[in-house]
């Protein structure tokens, strides 16, 4: 690093604030400074098995306090990808041990929106379709957080958004979950869920 940028670590040192924060999963296939093709010290980061938010997961609640009351980010980026190994786990049904209790987030996404992954689908159309509904799903669990609502409460810019990234070609889809207030969350998520209709239509025609 010092042969391409002799000032990078003199640098580095004084560069942790970060205007972003990034939930991702924690696939090594998916490195958030080389996605969003940023440095280190511009992006806080916090990651799990497929990018799972939840009310009792008190580390992504602590990392995502630390990040908006103290590091004063400006963007939450939840973001999935396809191909991701917990959703295709939770979406079989597979046992692979402890981590099925962390993936019933997923199945119980699955559940909820089973409308949108009926048989009729083809399998990979299903299984992208789960990512994307996850990350949906994720994104509404970071905006009802009292960490985000507190933000917003108190007038702090922060903007919540919903991306899933492509192994296959390297390019981030937006799902259109870009919430910047409570009262936009439930239009957003609708206009989100809406897609599935048209498509679900489309595929049964």
């Keep these: 690093m010092v042969q391409d940028d002799p000032d990078y670590f003199s640098r580095l040192v004084t560069q942790q604030l970060p205007k972003y924060f990034w939930i991702g999963c924690s696939d090594s296939r998916v490195p958030s400074t080389q ?5 280190p010290g511009d992006i ?5 098995v497929a990018n799972v938010v939840s009310y009792t997961d008190l580390s992504c609640l602590a990392v995502m306090q630390f990040a908006v009351d103290v590091v004063r980010v400006r963007h939450i980026m939840v973001t999935g990808h396809y191909d991701c190994s917990g959703v295709h786990v939770a979406m079989m049904k597979q046992r692979v041990g402890l981590a099925d ?7 119980d996404v699955h559940q909820k929106h089973e409308k949108y992954l009926g048989d009729t689908l083809p399998p990979r159309v ?3 379709r789960l990512c994307e509904l996850n990350v949906i799903e994720s994104v509404a669990n970071v905006c009802q957080t009292t960490i985000v609502q507190d933000a917003w409460n108190r007038g702090q810019p922060l903007t919540v958004h919903g991306w899933v990234y492509g192994v296959h070609d390297g390019l981030i889809r937006d ?6 207030s409570m009262e936009e969350l439930p239009v957003k998520k609708a206009q989100s869920l809406a897609r599935y209709e048209t498509e679900s239509v489309k595929t049964h025609e």
Excluded: A, C, E, P
């Excluded at 806080?44 to 799990?48: A, D, E, P, T």
């Design 35 to 39: 996605i969003t093709n940023l440095l």
């Design 101 to 107: 209790n962390w993936l019933r987030h997923i199945q």
């Design 126 to 128: 299903k299984y992208d």
């Design 44 to 48: 806080f980061v916090h990651r799990n």
């Design 175 to 180: 799902l259109g979950m870009t919430v910047s």
